[in-house]
């Protein structure tokens, strides 16, 4: 985000965003508490959002197994079965495999709610981000008898938030599907498409926000398209927004086993209103705004081998031909302008045609927050694994999510679920349109 200018005009223009341990100390005597973001899972709002998607017996039916286990070891293996099973759930649900979730409970009345509410549409991406926190608080604040240390409470936070974004389950051959669930032969002819999405974001602004690039990451993650050039399959991941799993490596974890193994890959996040972007530049600053702990961070992206760090990476994504694609309703951009320290000069300055040789980055064309940064830190791991002119890669800005008008309570309403229907369609088609061209 190009700071205050990104910051609102581009509200989601940072969406992005890892795992990390808890820097609390946690012994058998003594849990941490929860966190920010954990915190805000008892609002009115978060629950009807569980109920009305069949997910509000997660965390207790979580919480119950976990405390069944007798020692770190069973503890792990449950963290890190039920974390799978959360995810698949979610994707399933997402691609309409098995129950909505909601059947026969459209006439339940919701706490908070002020009446009856219907079910929750299958695109919805809340449901996964607010059920992983309920149990993300279990495993946070369980005391069990044989006693945890502070490193193994973190591993266990760790396994669980990996396993649940689908960051473990990148590219499985076993999952390998047409888009209409047939089972396809693999071969030299199938290309493979690696794409991110991110959290639900700015919650304290509105509780109700839902991402479309979280929500895309359900609904494509192991489909197939059929492009020009043969079937491309789709894997997906999806990143919290909190700037200390960034700081921790989960970008490169979770990226690195798969960049020299896939045709494409593409970041992706909630821009700005109305309108797609290909950010055609990253830059290496974080401008400070709050993440979903309500922390900030403002200072050089902090990379492995900082001495080698470069102040600006590039997209490899065919842009041009995605520019000019009929790609859905919504127009896409070919987005070049970022902020800088010219070389020399003391104070940040607008460059809407790109960077300046020798500048400071102060803002990407995808701005100074996490999608900004997780657009960095993928492609210069392309970069630093040689891959610049072989792997086609960037980040896409998608147009921010908007209720109906006048929607100022509900948890949804048409226009919203039209919204994301067709933010979700315009995403992929912008992948065929990329991997046609790759």
């Known amino acids: 985000m190009t700071s205050i200018r990104v910051r609102i005009g581009v509200l989601g223009l940072a969406l992005l965003a890892g795992l990390a341990a808890p820097t609390t100390t946690a012994t058998a005597d003594t849990a941490p508490s929860p966190t920010v973001e954990e915190q805000r899972l008892d609002g009115a709002v978060p629950q009807e959002i569980l109920g009305r ?95 945890l240390t502070d490193r193994q409470r973190a591993a266990l936070l760790d396994e669980l938030e990996r396993t649940s974004r689908g960051q473990t389950a990148v590219i499985p051959h076993s999952r390998l599907r047409s888009s209409g669930g047939t089972p396809i032969p693999q071969g030299k002819g199938l290309k493979r498409i690696l794409v991110t999405g991110f959290d639900p974001f700015t919650l304290d602004r509105d509780i109700r926000i839902s991402n479309p690039s979280g929500a895309t990451a359900l ?61 055609r530049t990253n830059g290496a600053w974080r401008g400070g705004f709050g993440d979903n702990d309500n922390v900030g961070r403002t200072e050089t992206i902090p990379v492995t081998d900082p001495a080698s760090q470069p102040q600006w990476t590039t997209t490899t994504l065919p842009y041009r031909a995605i520019v000019a694609a009929d790609t859905g309703r919504f127009p896409v951009y070919d987005n070049t302008s970022v902020t800088e320290i010219p070389a020399g000069g003391t104070e940040p300055v607008v460059r809407p045609e790109g960077p300046t040789p020798c500048s400071t980055a102060r803002a990407g064309g995808g701005g100074d927050y996490l999608s900004n940064e997780i657009a960095y830190r993928a492609t210069l791991l392309r970069d630093r694994l040689g891959l610049h002119d072989v792997l086609p890669g960037g980040h896409v800005h998608t147009p921010v999510l908007q209720f109906g008008a006048g929607n100022t309570t509900e948890v949804t309403d048409p226009e919203f679920v039209r919204n994301r229907l067709d933010i979700i369609a315009q995403v992929r088609t912008i992948l065929r349109v990329a991997a046609e061209e790759s």
């Not at 965390?59 to 770190?72: I, V």
């Not at 039920?82 to 706490?111: C, I, M, T």
């Not at 993650?221 to 020009?228: K, P, Q, W």
């Open 219 to 279: 609904a494509l993650d192991g489909t197939v398209i059929e492009t020009a050039d043969g079937p491309a399959r789709i894997e997906t991941a999806v990143f919290p927004v909190r700037w200390r799993d960034f700081t921790d490596g989960t970008v490169e974890r979770t990226l690195r086993p798969h960049l020299e193994k896939v045709d494409l890959f593409m970041t992706v996040s909630q821009g700005r209103v109305g309108r797609f972007d290909i950010e």
């Open 53 to 147: 998607s069949g997910f509000d017996a997660t965390a207790g039916k979580f919480a119950r197994t976990l405390t069944a286990a007798r020692s770190y070891a069973e503890a792990r293996s449950v963290v890190i079965r039920e974390g799978s099973a959360l995810w698949r759930r979610a994707v399933d649900r997402a691609q309409g495999r098995g129950p909505a979730g909601y059947e026969g409970r459209e006439a339940l009345p919701w706490k908070g709610g002020g009446g009856r509410r219907a079910g929750l549409s299958r695109d919805d991406d809340r449901p996964l981000y607010w059920a992983r926190l309920g149990m993300t608080r279990e495993v946070r604040t369980w005391e069990p008898e044989f006693g």
